[in-house]
């Protein structure tokens, strides 16, 4: 069970992908750089909140590493994951954004020792994000999607169909592999029917904010549909929407940010 966020908790934001780091830091004019373990951690200030920026890497122990660092050199008190993922469940379309309620790692699988997806000694597949603290980041991201103009400008709603775009809760899964083809969704779809979407990093995050007992919350722009057309117009979507969504959304949910009800 995790603990609530003090009013003045310094809080972590992991991104995905450069351009929404830039993005972020931007917000910040007091952000000063620190390198530990190979990577940037930013430190300054947004809407008044200490904040400490960086970005993941890629696949689940760079993110496991990032976290780790966050926590133990930054004492950040919650961490906030924003970056893109693939849509598998029906109706999760591409700029679309899912706020994950809890995460699974697809690949994981050490039966017969232990049940399918399960992680070893720890007797349980799925872990939970921080509850209040999500309720506030999904009534951002719904705050922003009802007016997707704004935060991306007309020629990006109509370059990618964005008319209606819809936030998603639920479970997001992980893995350290690029699910980029028709099969490979389809598969997931049938063993876990209940994942809203797939990308390659959340469920490290999740576990390691787990084991320090620390909130974790997540979101991701859908990018794609996991299929054979992943990989269309990845790069030009990660700069003219999900970047935008990102720094939007986490506006909102900072400005908005208050202590969760115990």
């Known amino acids: 069970m995790t603990l609530p966020l003090p009013a003045t908790g310094r809080i972590g934001i992991i991104a995905a992908m450069r351009d929404e780091l830039s993005a972020v830091l931007d917000r910040m ?3 000063h ?3 530990v373990a190979g990577r940037s951690f930013w430190r300054g200030h947004w809407h008044g909140r200490e904040v400490v920026a960086v970005l993941s890497r890629i696949g689940k122990v760079a993110a496991a590493t990032t976290a780790t660092a966050l926590i133990e050199r930054f004492q950040v008190e919650a961490i906030v994951f924003t970056g893109v993922a693939g849509g598998l469940a029906e109706g999760v379309n591409v700029g679309d954004v899912v706020v994950a309620r809890s995460f699974l790692q697809h690949d994981m699988n050490a039966s017969p020792l232990f049940a399918q997806h399960e992680v070893p000694l720890y007797g349980r597949a799925r872990f939970d994000t921080e509850a209040g603290m999500s309720d506030s980041l999904a009534a951002a991201a ?5 007016d997707p103009q704004a935060a991306l400008g ?3 709603v109509t370059e990618f169909g964005l008319q209606a775009p819809r936030v998603h809760e639920g479970l ?5 592999r690029f699910v980029a083809t028709s099969a490979e969704s389809e598969a997931l779809r049938q063993r876990l029917p209940d ?3 797939v990308e390659m990093e959340g469920a490290a995050v999740a576990q390691v904010c787990h084991d320090y007992d620390l909130p974790f919350v997540a979101m991701r722009t859908i990018s794609d549909r996991a299929d054979d057309a992943a990989h269309t117009d990845f790069t030009r979507f990660v700069e003219q929407v999900a970047s935008h969504y ?5 506006d909102a949910w900072l400005e908005g940010l208050t202590r969760p009800a115990s």
């Open 142 to 146: 719904r705050q922003v999607l009802a």
């Open 246 to 250: 990102s720094v939007a959304m986490l």
């Open 33 to 35: 750089k620190t390198r």
């Open 195 to 197: 994942g809203l979407a």
């Open 29 to 31: 004019p007091d952000e």
């Open 154 to 156: 007309a020629a990006a």
């Open 172 to 176: 997001i899964l992980s893995g350290d």
